[in-house]
């Protein structure tokens, strides 16, 4: 069969692959950990509920205007200008089938093929590849101390003449890095002067930990004509555990609204309007389901960093946000994807390589799920890997031996 080369060059979604995995391991009855889960194990705000259910008992599903429905667009505007203290209107708010969709939408209306977009290191996974998908060029950019949290020296000596966006991500997926309000305020600071997009995927703003609070990139914001070239990002999936309904948006100026609304018109039409009916019971509702969320996570990264921090071979920087860590495994293996293969094969631990993410020798590791799941799993993959844990252990009902083949 011929595919075209753009689809050939594109990779396959690893987190999406990992979740395969654990899918097939489970069905077969074993009893595999997933510690590479992106998707929090609370339940839906009962608000988002009751309002989904109330939209389907009417019988009356149809189209929406693409830009999503006027009393989602309402609630998305009450939240912005809660949560980021920034008035915006119904003109600048595009609703999305998830937050990957809004970056692929906005990407569709502002690149042109050969256009640069600097990424910094670690990242999620997508935003090289999506940024392949409209023909642009991703640029990857890792400090060069090490440290998860991006330098400006370090952007600074990448962006040139076809530098089109920026994409920033905190709290940071993979590694719960939350970048400081002095950084924040230098790269809109830096983008407003050259013309630049910066992107915000803010998708974890809430999840933050260590009574920090979430930066408004807005606060540092000098430009609010329809030429701002900043743009955020967010959505209901992470801080309301609604990863199923695929709801996002984007907050931009008007006339890159209207652009992108034409794209989405000629791709999806509009996102489901029962998700779109659920999304707004959630940010119009009780919002205690999200405070729940984030101390529950807290705990689990308090947890996970303890029990890491008992290997003798691992460097972890507690994350202050998101559902992740990323300890640098590499005094056990350079190779992640070697390593996490191995962790799966030999104590049924699923986890994420890190040079997915743009750093090689790193595990990426979820604390999403259960206490349980979490003291487990860290211990198989000690078990596996420290030569001075016990040689054997309990994975389910069998007992195995480090050395087993």
């Known amino acids: ?26 069905e077969k009855g074993e009893p595999v950990i997933h510690l590479g889960s992106g998707e929090p194990k609370s339940k839906v705000p009962l608000d988002a509920i009751l309002s ?15 830009e999503g429905i006027p009393a989602l667009l309402k609630a998305i505007i009450r939240y912005t200008e809660e949560s980021y203290n920034k008035v915006i209107g119904p ?4 609703v999305s089938s ?36 409209v023909y642009g060029i991703p640029v990857i950019v890792k400090a060069e101390d090490g440290r998860f949290h991006p330098r400006m020296e370090d952007i600074l000596q990448n962006v040139g003449s076809y530098t089109k966006a920026i994409i920033l991500n905190s709290p940071n997926n993979p590694s719960g890095e939350v970048y400081s309000e002095e950084f924040i305020g230098e790269i809109v600071e830096f983008c407003e002067k050259k013309g630049i997009y910066l992107i915000m995927d803010d998708i974890y703003q809430k999840l933050i930990f260590d009574d920090r609070s979430p930066v408004s990139c807005y606060k540092f914001s000098k430009d609010n004509s329809d030429s701002s070239k900043l743009v955020v990002i967010n959505g209901v999936s992470k801080m309301y555990a609604m990863t199923g309904f695929r709801i996002g948006w984007t907050i931009a100026n008007r006339k890159l609204t209207e652009a992108m609304i034409n794209v989405a018109a000629q791709n999806t039409s509009c996102p489901s309007i029962v998700s779109q009916t659920a999304a707004t019971g959630a940010l119009s509702g009780v919002q205690s389901s999200v405070e729940a969320l984030r101390l529950f996570l807290e705990n689990n990264r308090n947890i996970m960093v303890n029990e890491l921090k008992s290997f003798a071979g691992i ?53 999403c799920g259960s206490v349980k799941d979490i003291t487990d799993g860290i211990a198989r993959i000690k078990w596996a890997l420290d030569p001075d844990s016990p040689n054997e252990i309990y994975i389910g009902d ?6 087993w083949k």
């Open 98 to 133: 998830g937050a990957k969709q809004a970056l692929y939408t906005l990407l569709m209306a502002i690149i042109n093929p050969q256009d640069e977009v600097i990424i910094t290191a670690p990242y999620w996974v997508s935003y090289p590849e999506i940024v392949k998908m």
């Open 91 to 94: 003109e600048n708010v595009l």
């Open 1 to 26: 069969m011929s595919v075209s080369l753009l689809a050939r060059e594109i990779k396959e979604s690893p987190t999406l692959k990992l979740n395969e995995t654990a899918r097939i391991l489970r």
């Open 52 to 66: 989904c259910a109330a939209k389907l008992r009417t019988a009356d599903i149809r189209y929406t205007p693409t």
């Open 315 to 367: 460097k972890i920087t507690p994350p202050a946000g998101t559902f992740y860590c990323l300890p640098d495994f590499s005094a056990y293996h350079m190779k992640s994807t070697e390593l996490s293969q191995f962790l799966v094969d030999k104590a049924l631990v699923v986890t994420v390589p890190g040079v997915e993410f743009g750093m090689e020798g790193h595990l990426r590791l979820s604390y």
């Open 398 to 403: 069998r007992k195995c031996r480090r050395d």
